[in-house]
């Protein structure tokens, strides 16, 4: 099943994060531009940049993304800037990545048909 039409599943704690070989098997489902990152003091994490032709557009995904953390209980670290959206995903619970990480980076690239996302 395609990861977008998953459903993230909370994390409860008390679980090691994904270990990062099984990460990089992951992210080549995911639509392209994602990368691990340190996302937090020694974290890693997925992140994306989007670009947008201007600030409206880019606040119009923000809005979206945010509509979509609700929905899933599963919540990134959005920066906004004018024509650009950073998304940085990672389960804090246990401060690493788990699935929910990478299925909510999927809904995240559906959210936004009509960017140009880079790196």
Same mark, same amino acid.
């Given at each position: 099943m395609d990861l977008a039409q998953r459903i993230c599943v909370p994390c409860r704690g008390g679980m090691p994060p994904m270990a990062?070989?099984?990460a990089a098997e992951l992210l080549k489902q995911l639509g392209g531009n994602w990368d691990l990152a340190e996302v937090s003091q020694g974290v890693t994490g997925l992140r994306k940049t989007y670009r947008f032709k201007d600030f409206?557009?880019?606040?119009?995904?923000?809005?979206? $993304?945010? $509509?979509?953390a609700e929905e899933q209980g599963h919540h990134p670290d959005i920066a906004l800037a004018w024509g650009q959206v950073v998304v940085s995903v990672?389960?804090?619970?246990?401060?690493?990545?788990?699935?929910?990480d990478f299925i909510f980076a999927a809904k995240c690239d559906r959210a936004g048909p009509n960017e140009i996302s880079i790196s």
């Open positions: 990062l070989s099984e409206a557009d880019a606040l119009v995904f923000v809005n979206r $993304v945010g $509509v979509i990672w389960t804090h619970k246990i401060k690493g990545l788990t699935e929910s």
